[in-house]
Every structure is written in structure tokens, then in C-alpha cells.
């Protein structure tokens, strides 16, 4: 008799060590499985914060510039050489744009209107943080706004008004510039359109 409640009281320790196992085993997968989705949110919150931080740099460069609103030409067209500029902010993520026969600005330096950084270039932090911005950055160019069938050879200006349209097109991504690629990281895309006043005083955002 006793050997029979010692052979129960043996198999009711191993099926509850089994359970507990179990449970063990699905708190964990749970855990982990909340860990990657948070983890994944974050990287898609910090891939869109580097599209925006796209647009405020693309802003600054754009006020900067001298000569634009005395030139309704002043622009080239991005063939086939000119495209290996652009590394993962391409003109085929927006619809609006009728590429290859779109024009990207240049600037008073006859350079195109591209820029890309990752986020530890322009924004100060040190140590961790630094770090942690580092592995996203940027990348847009900017154009003139383009019409309802896409081409942006000619300037649009604001109705009632001589201030001329101006669009920029940034994309995010969750890696560093040198790193990023299309098929490989989360790419986030945002465009703002913009006006400038004719004695460049001010960006008007739309």
C-alpha cells in the first residue's frame, strides 16, 4: 500500500512538473513574443521620426538657398546617371511623381537638392544614445510640386499669389545610410509641400 501512494504521489510530481514546465515554457514565448513586438513598434516609431527629421533638415537647406524663386527652370532631370544618387529614397515610392521625367532642384552650388545623414549626424547626444541614432538615418530630395499627371518642369505657384509650390520627398529607414536597402529594412516615406515667399524671409508650410 504505501509503495502505491509512493508510485501516485510520484506520477503526480512529474505530471506537475511537466505543467509547470509548460507554463514556464508559454510565459516565456509570451514574453518574448511582447519584447519583439515593442521592440518592433519602436523601430517603426524611430524609422518615421528620421522621415520627419527629413523634412525639418530638407526645410532648413531649402530656406537657405538664394536663387530659386528667379529661375522657374532652374532644375535637371534625374536620367539614368543620376539616379544612383538616390539610394533608398527613390522617385517609384511616390505615386505623384511621373519618374524618370521628374526634375529635382539644385542648389545656389548647382548641386542637386539630395541629402541623406543618419540621425547621429544631425542630432546632438552622446554615449547610448548617440549610439541608438546612429542605426537610423535619412535620405530625401526635393522637387518642384508636380502637376496631376506628375511632371514638375514647370513651377506651381500658390493661387492668388507669386509664391511658388515646392515638395519634399523623405524616407526613414532602420538603418545607417551606408547600410540601408530596400529589400532588407523598414522604409518609411513622408512628403511635405512648402512655399516660399519671394524675398525668402520665410517658409510657409502647407
Request: glycine share 6%.
Amino acid at each position: 500500500m504505501k509503495n502505491g501512494k509512493k508510485g501516485f504521489a510520484l506520477a503526480v510530481s512529474l505530471l506537475l512538473l511537466v505543467v509547470m514546465t509548460l507554463m514556464g515554457l508559454t510565459l516565456v514565448s509570451i514574453t518574448s513574443g511582447d519584447i519583439r513586438a515593442n521592440n518592433e513598434k519602436d523601430y517603426s516609431q524611430q524609422t518615421f521620426y528620421a522621415a520627419e527629421s527629413g523634412i525639418a533638415h530638407a526645410k532648413k537647406y531649402l530656406a537657405a538657398q538664394k536663387n530659386l524663386p528667379t529661375n522657374s527652370f532652374r532644375g535637371s532631370s534625374y536620367g539614368t546617371g543620376q539616379y544612383s544618387k538616390l539610394k533608398y529614397c527613390t522617385p517609384d515610392k511616390f505615386p505623384n511623381l511621373s519618374a524618370p521625367d521628374f526634375r529635382v532642384l539644385m542648389d545656389d552650388s548647382n548641386n542637386f537638392m539630395h541629402k541623406r545623414y543618419n540621425l547621429s549626424d544631425v542630432i546632438s547626444a552622446s554615449g547610448q544614445e548617440k549610439t541608438r541614432l546612429s542605426k537610423f538615418s535619412f535620405e530625401y530630395f526635393i522637387t518642384r510640386t508636380a502637376d496631376k499627371d506628375g511632371n514638375t518642369y514647370e513651377v506651381i505657384k500658390k493661387p492668388g499669389t507669386n509664391k511658388n509650390y515646392y515638395t519634399i520627398h523623405s524616407c526613414g529607414c532602420d538603418s545607417p545610410h551606408s547600410q540601408c536597402r530596400d529589400q532588407n529594412n523598414k522604409i518609411v516615406k513622408l512628403e511635405a509641400i512648402v512655399t516660399l515667399s519671394n524675398e525668402w524671409e520665410k517658409l510657409f508650410f502647407l
